[in-house]
């Protein structure tokens, strides 16, 4: 069964630091870009940062340039995004997902995070 476990949210204060898991099983997460989008509730879904499944090169939205570091363990099939400097804008559901080179893409059911003093 193929399925995609995000993990690692909660509540941090302003400033603190959190890092999300996502856990794959049932693939192979190195033959996919991974990524990371985040969603406020009756909002758009926003794109956060994906690393390539090749060259394990990554990119950033603007908002977490900097202050988010998004890398892979292809031995645990888990990615993980470390998020410092968190701000209350970053107060979000993060959705993690995995496309491959042939347009295959899943979803995980998303960890809550949320900054807050």
């Known amino acids: 069964q193929v399925q995609l476990v995000e993990s690692g949210g909660g509540l941090v204060q302003p400033g603190g630091s959190l890092r999300l898991s996502c856990a794959a099983s049932?693939?192979?997460?190195?033959?996919?870009?991974m990524r990371w989008y985040r969603q406020v509730p009756g909002k758009e879904r926003n794109f956060v940062a994906s690393?390539?499944?090749?060259?394990?090169?990554?990119l950033y939205g603007d908002s977490v340039k900097g202050r988010f570091t998004l890398s892979r363990d292809n031995a645990k099939n888990t990615v993980y995004l470390e998020m410092n400097s968190l701000k209350p804008d970053d107060t979000a559901i993060y959705y993690c997902?995995?496309?491959?080179?042939?347009?295959?893409?899943?979803w995980g059911n998303g960890t809550l995070v949320t900054v807050s003093s």
């Open positions: 997902n995995a496309l491959s080179k042939f347009g295959l893409t899943f």
């Open positions: 049932g693939f192979t997460l190195s033959r996919y870009t």
């Open positions: 690393i390539s499944s090749t060259s394990g090169s990554t």
